[in-house]
């Protein structure tokens, strides 16, 4: 099992994909930074009886957003480059055991979302920090990192669980393509959906959908935001579990049976 992780650790990190993605990444960050600058223009323009009227969402939850699926669109490339090249056959005659081989991917893929993730959110916490100070703006929070740091730990495992899922997905298509547009419909499209559905309904269905899970997780969801707190943190781990654990057995059964 070492050998297999050391392996697709080599693997992944001489992905040209690799770097292109923490480069994407990189860029979310300072994009953050280019945010919270302009609220603070805006903020500082603005009367003083007028400043509570501007909100910005939450800068760490919104680049842990973009950063999950740039992370899950790694770990679709982690899986799909080797079955367009042939590659994978070649793994296969290594590692006979196919089961081990996809252990190996997700824990590495995992690590490398989790450890990326977190850095993102704390260094656009960081950067928002120092850019807007001790402005009191609407959606920002002006906790210590300690108290921040639950939250920060929770939207890393979601940004490990769209990795995983993405990991998995390319496993069952094969397909860097449709693996890719089943993360976008789970990432985007299914979120809008959910949203235009009759309500309680709405909020029940939005409380199990992955980008709802991680304030639940951490105790801080939002109850006016789609899927509000109706999980317990227990059962918002359950069910971020259930959404690795789900495709990941349903890969590890197709990848067994089928030919490589």
């Known amino acids: 099992m070492i050998d297999a992780i050391a392996a697709e650790w080599l693997k992944l990190r001489t992905l040209r994909s690799t770097?292109?993605?923490?480069?994407?990444?990189?860029?979310?960050?300072?994009?953050?930074?280019?945010?919270?600058?302009?609220?603070?223009?805006?903020?500082e323009g603005l009367p003083p009886g007028q400043r509570d009227r501007l909100e910005v969402s939450s800068l760490?939850?919104?680049?842990?957003?973009?950063?999950?699926?740039?992370?899950?669109?790694?770990?679709?490339?982690?899986?799909?480059?080797?079955?367009?090249?042939?590659?994978?056959?070649?793994?296969?005659?290594?590692?006979?055991?196919?089961?081990?081989?996809?252990?190996?991917?997700?824990?590495?893929?995992?690590?490398?979302?989790?450890?990326?993730?977190?850095?993102?959110?704390?260094?656009?916490?960081?950067?928002?920090?120092?850019?807007?100070?001790?402005?009191?703006?609407?959606?920002q929070s002006a906790e210590a990192l300690s108290q921040r740091m639950p939250l920060f730990l929770a939207l890393s495992l979601s940004i490990a669980m769209f990795a995983l899922l993405g990991l998995c997905l390319a496993v069952i298509t094969r397909s860097a393509v449709a693996a890719v547009a089943a993360l976008v419909?789970?990432?985007?499209?299914?979120?809008?959906?959910?949203?235009?559905?009759?309500?309680?309904?709405?909020?029940?269905?939005?409380?199990?959908?992955?980008?709802?899970?991680?304030?639940?997780?951490?105790?801080?969801?939002?109850?006016?935001?789609?899927?509000?707190?109706?999980l317990s943190p227990l059962a918002a781990l359950a069910v971020m579990v259930a959404w690795v654990a789900v495709p990941y057995a349903l890969a590890a059964v197709l990848l067994a049976r089928r030919d490589a």
């Open 19 to 43: 770097s292109v993605v923490l480069g994407v990444i990189g860029v979310v960050v300072a994009l953050m930074a280019l945010l919270a600058w302009y609220a603070v223009r805006l903020w």
């Open 60 to 139: 760490p939850e919104l680049a842990n957003w973009l950063a999950s699926l740039c992370l899950a669109v790694l770990g679709v490339l982690a899986c799909s480059g080797e079955y367009a090249t042939g590659m994978i056959r070649t793994t296969f005659t290594v590692l006979p055991s196919r089961g081990r081989v996809l252990a190996a991917k997700a824990g590495v893929v995992a690590v490398v979302a989790f450890c990326t993730g977190l850095a993102a959110v704390l260094a656009t916490w960081a950067a928002g920090r120092l850019i807007i100070g001790d402005r009191h703006i609407r959606g």
């Open 185 to 230: 419909a789970v990432w985007y499209v299914l979120p809008i959906i959910v949203n235009n559905v009759p309500a309680p309904w709405n909020e029940r269905i939005g409380s199990i959908l992955p980008g709802a899970l991680a304030g639940q997780l951490a105790g801080t969801g939002n109850p006016q935001s789609l899927g509000g707190a109706l």
